[in-house]
Nanobody, 121 residues
């Protein structure tokens, strides 16, 4: 499975961005899709996870209420809507696929190439 991420860019604090990630093959219901980010000098962390089949979503407290993960089964695509962006959201964002529910990056076996998000103050 190949994952193609897009949608990053430069935005001022308080602004919004929408990231997209398209998978090259069908994603099965048992799988989980996640968005992660990694800032310079920091560990990769999850910012949104969605159970592909039922659509349940999960977020860390740092982005809850600001970020929304969603999916389009027909397009094999997952999205991350990011609102009220803050300078601390600046990072490279990755989409990834895991065979079952997880939030730890080590449990994800397919990764997109990453897209840079920069938020200015």
């Amino acid at each position: 499975v190949q994952l193609q991420a897009s949608g990053g860019g430069f935005v001022q604090a308080g602004g919004s961005l929408r990231l997209s990630c398209v998978a090259s093959m069908r994603i099965y219901s048992s799988a989980v899709m996640g968005w992660f980010r990694q800032a310079p000098g920091k560990e990769r962390e999850y910012v949104g996870v969605i159970r592909w089949g039922v659509g349940n979503t999960y977020y860390p407290d740092s982005v809850k209420g600001r970020f929304t993960i969603s999916r389009d089964k027909g397009e094999n695509a997952v999205y991350l809507q990011m609102n009220n962006l803050k300078p601390e959201d600046t990072a490279v964002y990755y989409c990834a696929k895991a065979p079952s529910f997880a939030t730890a990056p080590s449990q994800y076996n397919y990764w997109g190439q990453g897209t840079q998000v920069t938020v200015s103050s």
